[in-house]
């Protein structure tokens, strides 16, 4: 019977991305990576970082502190749980710095690391094989019904907590536009990887 709810539930938050303007970035491929993948796809390191994690390093910039980088532990959902889209999505209130930063400036970034998932056995979170990525683009409101009420779903059902956050502080959905990755999963540095190839990987 779960099984059954589940089918049905992805198969509805796949309907409301398909069924968004064709030139949303939120179209980005549903991938389901339980296990780490190969360090060589690059793609799929990466999405299996994004789908599996749950909070992440924001980072903005600041009106409060004359331009300066202005980093905040987020929670964020790319997808309902092992069906990521790799787009990351955010509920944030303007009582918060980084909703007031981006409304004035929609520069950010995002970094998330393997280690909080417990696959790094004993290796130090620095070290390269631990993995980490940053997506690089620009933190948008969510103005799309379809789209927010997906993210809305996706948010929720990795962060139910959410839900009863109060009215009063206004909380929005927010997403981050991806224009460039940065992503270490082995050593000899950066992986060259696209958006293009990050959204539509072959795995």
């Avoid at 339980?34 to 600041?62: E, F, H, M, Y």
Wanted: hydrophobic share 35%.
């Amino acid at each position: 019977m779960l099984t059954v709810i589940k089918v049905i539930w992805v198969s509805y938050l796949l309907f409301l991305v398909g069924s968004q303007d064709s030139n949303s970035i939120a179209q980005g491929q549903f991938l389901s990576i339980q296990t780490k993948p190969d360090p060589d796809d690059s793609a799929a390191s990466a999405r299996w970082l994004l789908s599996l994690n749950s909070w992440g390093v924001l980072n903005t910039i600041s009106t409060d502190l004359d331009g300066a980088p202005f980093g905040n532990v987020v929670s964020f959902s790319d997808g309902p749980p092992n069906e990521g889209s790799g787009i990351p999505y955010f509920y944030l209130t303007t009582l918060d710095p980084t909703a007031r930063n981006a409304l004035k400036d929609e520069r950010a970034s995002f970094t998330v690391s393997e280690y909080p998932l417990g696959t790094c056995g004993n290796l130090d979170p620095e070290n390269p094989a631990c993995s980490k990525i940053t997506l690089t683009g620009k933190l948008k409101l969510v103005d799309d019904s379809k789209e927010a009420e997906f993210a809305r779903i996706s948010l929720f059902s990795k962060h139910s907590e959410m839900k009863g956050w109060p009215e009063g502080h206004n909380f929005q959905v927010f997403k981050l536009e991806i224009e460039d990755i940065f992503l270490i999963d082995w050593y000899g540095g950066p992986k060259p990887l696209s958006v293009d190839e990050y959204l539509h990987p072959k795995t």
